[in-house]
């Protein structure tokens, strides 16, 4: 079982809908959770982190944790077109050492069309 | 730095070649990371410098890989007899050093093995 798992999608989704980003993870001991965004031929750029269960919101982004379910997913309200990218979801295991040993998943590719 | 600078952009190397990649974090970072990725995969933890030392080099694929930090700043990844799977996205972050704070990435290295 891999550490950390996403849907490679794509997740296809018109514009204005609410896009719903899925992630497992298999480490139970995980305190931090990341949610990166990476454009094509760009580097991951950070969006979300969320290290309690429930829902965190940042404008149109909510994360949301299940540490008991072992699960952590992003929403996108009002997708737009420039939300299109890939969405990697990731694991701190460094937290107790106090540093970022992230493991991401491969990623789930959003396609939001017009 | 503005940001993480990391050079050359692009490097095609025939195989068994040595090559270094280089990565100027932004200035005041403590912690370094190396992370690879290949196509259509997600990011894979290489190392961790905190400082001048590497408490985490867990990552590193084989004894070909090598990566040093000096002075508390630039750091050099070294892979040795380049081998064609070693091709990939190699990606340098830094950050404040504390566990929960957000990587700032460069733009990364595109390694190809011929």
């Known amino acids: 079982q891999k550490e950390v798992e996403q849907n490679s999608g794509p997740l296809s989704v018109p514009e204005g809908a609410i896009a719903s980003l899925n992630c497992t993870y298999s480490?139970?001991?995980?305190?931090?959770f990341f949610w990166y965004r990476q454009y094509s031929g760009k580097s991951p750029e950070l969006i979300m982190s969320?290290?309690?269960?429930g829902d965190k919101e940042d404008g149109r982004f909510t994360a949301q944790l299940n540490k008991a379910s072992q699960y952590v997913s992003l929403l996108i309200r009002d997708s737009q077109p420039s939300d299109s990218a890939t969405y990697l979801c990731?694991?701190?295991?460094?937290?107790?050492?106090?540093?970022?040993?992230?493991?991401f998943g491969a990623g789930t590719r959003l396609a939001v069309h017009p | 730095g503005a940001g993480v600078s990391q050079s050359p952009s692009n490097k095609v190397t025939e195989k068994g070649k040595d090559v270094e990649l280089r990565c100027d974090p932004i200035?005041?970072?403590?912690?370094l990371y190396w992370y690879r990725q290949s196509l259509g995969q997600g990011l894979e933890f290489l190392i961790y410098f905190q400082g001048n030392s590497a408490p985490d080099k867990s990552g590193l694929p084989s004894d070909r890989f090598s990566a040093e930090r000096t002075g508390g700043s630039v750091s050099t990844l070294t892979i040795q007899r380049t081998q064609q799977e070693d091709s990939a996205v190699y990606l340098c972050?830094?950050?404040?050093?504390?566990?929960?704070?957000?990587?700032?990435f460069g733009s990364g290295t595109q390694l190809s093995v011929l």
């Open positions: 480490d139970r001991g995980s305190q931090s």
């Open positions: 990731a694991v701190n295991l460094g937290f107790s050492g106090g540093y970022n040993k992230l493991i």
């Open positions: 200035s005041g970072h403590t912690a």
């Open positions: 969320i290290y309690s269960n």
């Open positions: 972050a830094s950050s404040l050093g504390t566990g929960r704070e957000k990587l700032f």
